[in-house]
Nanobody, 124 residues
């Protein structure tokens, strides 16, 4: 059974950094796309980063390009989202999601597996 667990959220000041982790179990991380989405109160869910595990290709949402970086640790079956230069508008619940695919999928409805989410709050 596929299971995703996020961690690493918290309260951080503007300009600060956080690293989110997504631990995957129940499947081998080879032909999957792992994405990070976020959702702020009253707003639609937004794609933040996308990582194709089959070829290592990545993609980022326009609002986070140059500030966020996605990476993987195969040995730990973990995907990381390094978030730098955080802004108040980055405040949201961040979700890790997975879909069996060789190609990056952008819409959230394409993803079959979701974690429970982790809260990120950027505030002074």
């Amino acid at each position: 059974q596929v299971h995703l667990v996020e961690s690493g959220g918290g309260l951080v000041q503007p300009g600060g950094s956080l690293r989110l982790s997504c631990v995957a179990s129940g499947f081998t991380l080879d032909t999957y796309v792992i994405a990070w989405f976020r959702q702020a109160p009253g707003k639609e869910r937004e794609g933040v980063s996308f990582l194709s595990l089959s070829d290592g290709k990545t993609s980022y949402g326009d609002s986070v390009k140059g500030r966020f970086t996605v990476s993987r640790d195969n040995g730990k079956n973990t995907i990381y989202l390094q978030m730098n230069m955080l802004k108040p508008e980055d405040t949201a619940v961040y979700y890790c999601a997975a879909v069996f695919s060789s190609f990056i999928q952008f819409p959230d409805w394409a993803y079959d597996y979701w974690g429970q989410g982790t809260q990120v709050t950027v505030s002074s």
